[in-house]
DNA sequence: CAGTGAGCGAGCTTCCGCTTGACTT
């Protein structure tokens, strides 16, 4: 055989596999990484090149009118990378394409051939698995890029852009800026409301259950304890026999804490016989090795991680060596781990804990794509967690993954489950009332169940057992003693306990995820940053570990759900990565798909026509709700761009806490909020001239004081009130700046017999006469400013504002279309080009330091070319005051 | 949500999925 001499470049995505697969493949190949994907759909108007700008479709860089085509731009942060890869291809004969294997791999591998074009021959090669075996096979056995796969990844990024940035706009316009819609967080965001509607619309059973002890002498144990299950021959009422509005939805015995005293007095002396003794084999199966949700979920629930700190001690492990790849939805192990896991088995836990052939998992994911292995230990031979010297979070996590991997190639756990059903016949008939019906029973013989469990061989259990979230507690695991049938036994004790039915509980990151999972929606690599998106939009936040919407998600939900019913059906995913295997397969078009999907098809609306019949869309009526059970109280909860509050019939207001979960805003809670005034309140003391308190608070427009006038003052006098100044603030306001500030307005003379006032107004501080007024440079003035220097200032124009002085920043030459020169000035909304006539505002990726006579003949150009501005729809009073801060979500 | 008078160059916000450093404290 010759010698190859061949010299061949290998793409991979991730700079964590590179070492080891140039280790694989030996001399010859030159491994880089891409690092994920290298282009992408601009992300706002900075990135669109020159030449798109004024096209309709720059703002979403879908083409919709000519067949959806797509306008990609390498970012900013990619540049690099592309340019290493081409330094890179210089050198080879030969191109592989090793992205994943999967719908984004391959269209990774298709965007690095559209930028890096390539002169030499180019293959693509696929491996789920990095081990010697599998590279070089893979190497082996390259095949052709996948077209059809590439389009219907295509199709999936620009249904989700414009899904994206059309329906978030709608939210800017109905609701609040900076909201977002999308295909993965809006039907995240409703699954959260969704769940605390259940809990809203949830009516709390109560009911009493007993629960007997039994002496059984004579046995190991010698006691044990069993519920009381029937009553003369009828089910007694437990918490799985109400439904969600507390009504009884079986035939059972419905008892109360009283009726369940009186039984239990009853059987306190009762006869005890076994009727049935029934044991049952019980095996249980180890757990799938973990994928990328499952591993979240028990490092939620046994290490406390959030799923964003496990992924990033996963990533380290990763980096580390430590663990294969941690963002897949596989759960797979290849030859060698398996061989590495079954290994371990016998050494730490004897070939008695070996199954004789090595267990294989398949994945329950719908819609996985099995690009990576399951999550485990990484090589040929595991480390015990000991071996690897970890410590802290990473040990923690790498023990956890370690077990669960070795436990995955365990045998079963084995053991019984144990029933008992024992008559209980007291000594004298007892009468109960029904706490549902009022209908009174004779009781005269109870029904009795005991169960447990033993395990007689542990298995898996010895390495690995699953945690679980509250709620679903296995409390079956008592060992019960060896009755007979027919024995006799003596009640030790009864005991007669009060219950209630508990509302569902609310998601935690973990479940929610899971939940997302099952659905199809989300991937592994986005599953952390869904939940830290609608978290950072204020849709969600957390209570303890609980996810909790605001309302203001209520609102956003709602919205959707009304007038964009398709785009948050929690199927809406699963049908859509029905119809993009479709394409994968070449069986569908993704033109039509698009159109479909954007221009509607068969009498549906699609969503060009819904983003553009606003409307029908009532945007007070979408924000207002009803307390919990106050949907006749007069009350209404709305959401403001303020914030949540609560409003009477009487128009009466009160501020809702941001962190009250609004399943706890009842009625009650509402009319308690309206009584007390709204929001801080600071005493500063009395004002001496009129003995009245004064007192700071938060208004609409910010901090102000006032004061409160005394009890049985005509209702048309007004309390003096007044805005703090900028440099002020609520905590530190004191009873003598209260009292200067509400001396305004401050009479400063009279010109030609006008009189002439200092005020603090909207736009800060102005001097007034008659209906004429002018602008004060600083809030100070309205206590210094003299009437010969109000006399100068109303001699001045109008228009004498601060702005118009200033001198131009840079000159650039005259305009090539206006002739006129072009001068960069600084104004209220940040520095911009003007020719006199036209302004544009610089742009975010613009300078003044940097910016090119070209550059702003462009923005000018661009501006004329967009007409004049449109005309403002008018909007309910605003201020220009900033907001009460809200908690801002910092963005990393 | 307190209650008060101008006129002025707007542009940007936003999606989902793939992958790591480079930043600052």
């Known amino acids: ?94 191109l592989y394409l090793a992205t994943d294997g999967d719908r984004e791999g391959e269209a990774i ?59 978030s706009p709608v939210l800017w316009k109905k609701v609040m800026p900076r909201l977002s819609a999308g295909r993965v967080q809006s039907v995240a965001t409703r699954l959260v409301v969704d769940k605390e509607r259940e809990r809203m619309a949830f009516r709390s059973a109560s009911y009493a259950d007993l629960e007997v002890t039994l002496d059984a002498a004579g046995h190991d144990p010698d006691s044990f304890t069993a519920r009381v299950a029937t009553a003369a021959g009828l089910k007694v009422a437990s918490g799985r026999d109400f439904d969600s509005l507390g009504k009884l939805t079986t035939k059972a015995v419905h008892l109360d804490l009283e009726g369940g005293q009186a039984l239990a007095d009853a059987l306190a002396g009762a006869s005890v016989i076994v009727d049935s003794v029934e044991a049952k084999p019980y095996t249980r199966r180890p757990y799938p090795p973990f994928r990328t949700t499952t591993l979240q979920q028990d ?99 790498y023990d956890l993954i370690w077990k669960r991997t070795v436990a995955s190639q365990m045998k079963d756990a084995e053991g019984q489950t144990v029933t008992i059903a024992m008559t209980a016949t007291p000594s004298a008939a007892v009468e109960v009332a029904d706490a549902t019906t009022g209908e009174v029973r004779a009781l005269d013989r109870a029904g009795l169940s005991a169960s447990g469990r033993t395990i007689t061989f542990p298995g898996f259990l010895k390495a690995y057992v699953e945690a679980r979230d509250e709620g679903d507690a296995d409390d079956a695991t008592a060992n019960l003693p060896a009755v007979e049938k027919g024995e006799k036994l003596a009640v030790a004790g009864v005991e007669a306990e009060d219950h209630a039915t508990r509302p569902p509980a609310r998601y935690t ?34 209570k303890g570990s609980a996810l909790v919407p605001t309302w203001l998600a209520f609102a956003v939900t709602r919205l959707l759900e009304d007038h964009f019913t ?6 809406f995913t699963a049908g859509m990565e029905d119809i993009l295997d479709e394409i994968a397969k070449g069986n569908a078009d993704r033109v039509q798909t698009l159109k479909n999907f954007y221009f509607g098809s068969d009498g549906r609306d699609g969503l060009d026509s819904l983003v553009n019949d606003l409307g029908e869309i009532d945007a007070r009526a979408l924000s207002t709700f009803h307390p919990v059970g106050g949907e006749e109280s007069g009350i209404a909860v709305r959401v403001g761009r303020y914030g949540t509050y609560v409003e009477d019939a009487d128009g009466n207001r009160a501020n809702v806490e941001e962190d009250l979960p609004p399943d706890e805003l009842t009625v009650e809670k509402a009319r308690e909020l309206l009584a007390t005034p709204a929001g801080m309140e600071r005493e500063l003391g009395a004002d001496p001239a009129s003995g009245n308190a004064v007192v700071a608070k938060n208004g609409r427009f910010g901090p102000y004081v006032t004061e409160v006038l005394p009890e049985g003052s005509p209702k048309s006098a007004k309390p003096r009130t007044a805005s703090l100044f900028k440099d002020m603030s609520l905590e530190t306001v004191t009873l003598d700046q209260a009292l200067q500030l509400m001396s305004l307005p401050r009479v400063v003379g009279a010109i030609d017999g006008e009189e002439v006032t200092a005020q603090n107004g909207r736009y800060g501080p102005y001097l007034k006469k008659g209906t004429d007024s002018r602008s004060l ?16 200032i109303f001699a001045q124009p109008k228009t004498r504002g601060r702005r118009a002085a200033v001198a131009p920043l840079k000159e650039l030459g005259n ?5 006129k020169p072009i001068v960069v000035k600084d104004g209220r909304f940040g520095p911009y080009v003007t020719d006199g006539e036209t302004n544009a505002t610089l742009r975010k990726a613009d300078s003044i330091e940097e910016i090119t006579p070209e550059r702003a003949a462009e923005l000018l150009a661009e501006k004329r070319a967009k007409g004049p501005a449109p005309k403002k729809t008018p909007t309910r009073r605003t201020t220009t005051r900033k907001a009460p801060a809200k908690k801002s979500a910092a963005k990393k």
């Open 1 to 94: 055989m010759a010698t190859d001499t061949k010299r061949r470049l290998v793409i991979v995505e991730s700079p964590g596999k590179v070492r080891s697969i140039a280790q694989y493949l030996g001399e010859g190949y030159l491994v880089e990484a891409s690092i994920g994907h290298v282009r992408d759909l601009p992300t706002g108007a900075a990135e669109v090149p020159a030449k798109y700008k004024g096209e309709k479709w720059a703002r979403t860089g879908v083409n919709v009118e000519n067949d959806f085509e797509p306008l990609y731009v390498v970012q900013a942060d990619k540049k690099a990378t592309i340019r290493k890869l081409k330094d890179a291809l210089k050198g080879v004969d030969e």
């Open 109 to 167: 591998a298709w965007h690095l051939l559209q930028e890096l074009k390539p002169k030499v021959p180019v293959k693509r090669m696929e491996f789920h698995e990095i081990t010697p075996d599998a590279i070089r096979a893979a190497v082996a056995a390259p095949r052709e890029l996948d077209t059809d796969l590439v389009d219907a990844q295509e199709t999936r990024r620009i249904l989700d852009r414009l899904y994206g940035y059309e329906v």
């Open 299 to 397: 490092a939620g629930r046994k290490l406390g991680f959030t799923a964003q700190r496990t992924m990033s001690v996963a990533q380290s492990l990763y980096e580390g060596g430590f663990i294969t790849y941690m963002r897949t939805d596989s759960v797979t192990l290849s030859g060698s781990a398996v061989a590495a896991a079954r290994a371990q088995v016998k050494e730490l836990y004897g070939a008695s804990y070996l199954p004789e052939k090595p267990r294989v998992y398949s994945s329950k994911v719908k819609n996985a794509q099995e690009a990576h292995e399951a999550i485990r230990p990484a090589g040929d031979n595991f480390r015990t967690p000991q071996e690897t010297g970890l410590r802290g979070d990473e040990f923690r996590l």
């Open 509 to 542: 990151e973990p479940s929610l995820v899971a939940k997302l999972e099952e659905l199809e929606i989300g991937r592994p690599s986005t599953y952390a940053s869904i939940i830290r998106t609608i978290t950072a939009r204020d849709y969600v936040f957390k």
């Open 566 to 571: 398709e785009l948050v059906d929690y199927q």
């Open 777 to 792: 440079e600083n809030e100070d003035q309205l206590f210094t400013v003299t009437l010969e220097e109000a006399t100068a």
């Open 815 to 819: 305009d090539p279309v206006s002739g």
